[in-house]
């Protein structure tokens, strides 16, 4: 598969590792020199110095392009590539990222791609992460929650010290039983230790269960299943898309805003309802009274800044906050957040390019979900035939368990799939590649 993107920022430098990793054949274009180097020099990929809006780059392109990809800061640059893509390169189809919220509400977003038949998906790294904490808002008590394709269903990580402090192991193990809760493993300092019966508190849990047994599990752990009163540090795009969401919601919940810019505040405040908006600098400390950064159920850092996000997030829970969210980019920041309290951490990269390679998958790959600070992925697959054999016989490869149908057959129940199914997968990332190539091979 020839795989061209646009944009060697760093949505776009992760894309093209990842696929470079999986065995495709990338191209990387872009009018930064140094950049462009700097990439070629670390990843098996083909660098291309060139202005990206010169129609005559596509022109004088020869390889077939299976996909194109712009993921550049600009969204007028992204669409009009695309548009290049299709009518000079003939590329079969073509992902943009944009960020303008305009362009990608549900109703422009439709037309945009019915209107134009250059364009075949959108990417919005800013709605992606909104949804995403959006989400996890309704797991209290978890450090990690993804929704699988495979409908109602949620990965989700917990710390063990939760559970056993209000059950023994025989009661988690027929509670796991009763509502067909599928224990994918649990962490033993860098590893995943596979053997439930080896699990102590300091450890990290992670399951896989219907949400329609969501409410049951919160309060099997103990934690109350709702949230009163936010507050969300940043009121860029993640930060309204966020608040909409929440207004959005059924609960009631007391929703506020800190942001720096007093024209943004003003904006916020002329579409959004139900939130209080407050204007000032999140590092001064006279403002925390007022903004109950102490008092708060829940404080979410979204500023365009990890060092702000993530030293507020340790604030915040040190004055007394229940429970911190905090979106870091930086790979250096994100590895020892955990280590300093912060409860969920939420990386744009890594969601972002895990979304498009979910469109590129050609089918198999539903999606995917990296844990233990990017050590272990965790996969889901389509079931094939040919694919599962491979698995089967892998040593890197280890199957969990199979969602059918009716529900969650455990692998060591010697569960035989059958089409439809859907396989859940755990490998570590150094083998990711493995993998990858089997999906596609078949």
Known sequence: ???????????????????????????????????????????????????????????????????????????????????????????????????????????????????????????????????????????????????????????????????????????????????????????????????????????????????????????FFGFKDYILDILIVGGGNIGQNLSQLIEQDEQEINLKILEFDKDRCDYLASILKKTSIFHGDALDQSLYDEVKLNTSDLVITVTDNDQINTILSIIAKKRGSKSVFSVVNNESFSSFANDLGIDVIINPRELTTSRIIEKISEGSLLSYHSILRDNYIIYEVKYRNELYDHIKSSKEITHICTITKENIELAKDEHIPINNDTLILLIEDKNSHILEKFINDY
Request: glycine residues 4%; charged residues 25%.
């Open 1 to 219: 598969m020839n795989i061209l993107i646009l944009g060697s920022g760093i949505v776009g430098a992760n894309l093209a590792h990842k696929l470079s990793e999986q065995g495709k054949n990338v191209f990387l274009i872009d009018d930064d020199a140094n950049e462009l180097k700097r990439l070629s020099d670390r990843y098996d990929i083909k660098t291309i110095l060139d202005d990206p809006l010169n129609p005559n780059f596509y022109t004088n392109f020869t390889s077939h392009i299976d996909y194109f990809i712009a993921v550049t800061k600009s969204d007028e640059k992204n669409i009009i590539t695309c548009k290049f893509a299709k009518e000079f390169l003939k590329a079969d189809k073509t992902i943009a990222r944009i960020r303008n919220q305009n362009l990608i509400s549900d109703e422009n977003k439709s037309l945009l791609i019915d209107s134009n038949k250059f364009l075949d998906h959108i990417i919005s790294p800013e709605w992606e992460v909104s949804n995403n904490i959006f989400e996890k808002i309704h797991m209290p008590g978890a450090f990690f929650s993804e929704s699988l394709i495979s409908e109602n269903y949620l990965l989700i990580g917990m710390q063990s010290s939760d559970l056993f402090k209000h059950h023994t192991f025989e009661e988690i193990k027929s509670f796991f039983i009763e509502k067909n809760i599928c224990y994918i493993g649990h962490s033993k300092g860098e590893d995943i230790e596979l053997n439930f019966k080896n699990i102590s508190n300091s450890d990290q849990l992670y399951l896989l269960i219907n949400k329609k047994y969501l409410k049951e599990l919160i309060k």
